[in-house]
C-alpha cells in the first residue's frame, strides 16, 4: 500500500493538530484527493479551505505543497514514499499596478520559497 509523509507548517499543523503526519492509500492519490480526505478527517482544516470549494486558484492562495522541489497542482499525483511539504505560499515583487516598480513582473504568479529549508515561527524550535 502506498505510502507518504506530509510535513505542515502554521497555520496548517494548528488545525490538523500535528506538524508530521503518515498517510497510506489505495490505488491513486491527487492533491485534490489529499485535501478532500483531510477536510473529511478534521473539521478544523475543512472549515479554513476555500468556501468556493477546491479550486486551483483559490487553493494556490492558500497554500504551496512541494515534493521535490516541484509545487504541486490539486491534479498532480503523490507518489509511494514522497516527502510532502505545505506551507504558506510565499512571494515576493510588488503588486501589479504599482507604480514605483521597475521589476516587471518578477514576484508575480506562482508561490515561492526557498527550497531545502523548513520554515518556522520566530523562535520556534520545532522541524
Known amino acids: 500500500m502506498p505510502q507518504a509523509t506530509f510535513w505542515f507548517s502554521s497555520p496548517f499543523k494548528e488545525w490538523i493538530g500535528q506538524r508530521t503526519l503518515a498517510l497510506s492509500w489505495e490505488g491513486v492519490l491527487t492533491l485534490r484527493g489529499l485535501w478532500e480526505r483531510l477536510a473529511g478527517d478534521y473539521p478544523r482544516l475543512r472549515r ?7 479550486q486551483e486558484e483559490a487553493m494556490s ?14 491534479d498532480s ?7 510532502v511539504d505545505v506551507l504558506t505560499p510565499l512571494s515576493g ?11 516587471g513582473s518578477e514576484g508575480l504568479g506562482r508561490p515561492r ?15
Open 48 to 54: 479554513h479551505l476555500p468556501r468556493e470549494g477546491l
Open 93 to 103: 515583487g510588488t503588486r501589479r499596478g504599482d507604480s514605483n516598480s521597475d521589476r
Open 77 to 83: 499525483v503523490i507518489k509511494d514514499g514522497a516527502k
Open 113 to 127: 520559497c526557498r527550497l531545502g529549508t523548513r520554515l518556522s515561527a520566530p523562535g520556534s524550535s520545532e522541524d
Open 61 to 74: 492562495h492558500m497554500v504551496a505543497v512541494i515534493v521535490d522541489g516541484d509545487i504541486l497542482t490539486l
